[in-house]
Antibody, heavy 119, light 110 residues
Framework: EVQLVESGGGLVRPGGSLRLSCAAS????????MNWVRQAPGKGLEWVSV??????????YYADSVRGRFTISRDNSKNTLYLQMNSLRAEDTAVYYC??????????WGQGTLVTVSS | QTVVTQEPSVTVSPGGTVTLTCASS?????????PNWFQQRPGQAPKALIY???KTHSWTPARFSGSLLGGKAALTLSGVQPEDEAAYYC??????????FGGGTRLTVL
């Protein structure tokens, strides 16, 4: 059974840093494109970042809103996806979801982890 | 900056049929945008319904279908059930590995 479990969310001050983790099970994460998607309170979904599978070089891509501040990565030995978030702003406050991309389909989503940026 | 537009809200009667659409600011939506559709109920994570325009996941109820309609991606619900009341989001893929979600449609079953 495919499962994605996020962790690492919490309260952080503006300008601070946080690292989110997404533990994958039931499949090999390095075989898929893997994404982070976020949802601010009461708002819609926003795509944040994607890392390609190993066959495509593990390349990384970002939304304009986070490029230069966030870094997506993967530890294949732990079958875990990460999102390192630096220089956090109030507008980064959101639930962050880890999402698997299978053949151009976002099929499995984690339950999400809440990040709150506030002083 | 690419914008993907959906109807903000739609109301449908139980048992009825409704079509939600998803438009791109760059022009007509094509199969090359690999349209995806998701359902999100309050307090829950989004649930995948449709991918690559019209392909369904193993868990997608048969009353949900996807298509291209008039230059837009479309999600049609036939025989709407009360439990279909939710927010629906589309997702489009663009060159340069960019992905953009629509703003979402709140579907009310009344």
């Amino acid at each position: 059974e495919v499962q994605l479990v996020e962790s690492g969310g919490g309260l952080v001050r503006p300008g601070g840093s946080l690292r989110l983790s997404c533990a994958a099970s039931g499949f090999t994460a390095s075989s898929n494109f893997m994404n982070w998607v976020r949802q601010a309170p009461g708002k819609g979904l926003e795509w944040v970042s994607v890392i390609s599978n190993d066959a495509n070089g593990g390349n990384t891509y970002y939304a304009d809103s986070v490029r230069g501040r966030f870094t997506i990565s993967r530890d294949n030995s732990k079958n875990t996806l990460y999102l390192q978030m630096n220089s956090l702003r109030a507008e980064d406050t959101a639930v962050y979801y880890c999402v698997r991309d299978e053949n151009w389909g976002y099929d499995y989503w984690g339950q999400g982890t809440l990040v709150t940026v506030s002083s | 900056q690419t914008v993907v537009t959906q109807e903000p809200s739609v109301t449908v009667s139980p048992g009825g049929t409704v079509t939600l659409t998803c438009a791109s600011s760059t022009g007509a939506v094509t199969s090359g945008n690999y349209p995806n559709w998701f359902q999100q109920r309050p307090g829950q994570a989004p649930k995948a319904l449709i991918y690559s325009t019209s392909k369904t996941h193993s868990w997608t109820p048969a009353r949900f279908s996807g298509s291209l309609l008039g230059g837009k991606a479309a999600l049609t619900l036939s025989g709407v059930q009360p439990e279909d009341e939710a927010a629906y989001y589309c997702l489009l893929f663009y060159s340069g590995a960019q992905r953009v979600f629509g703003g979402g449609t709140r579907l009310t079953v009344l």
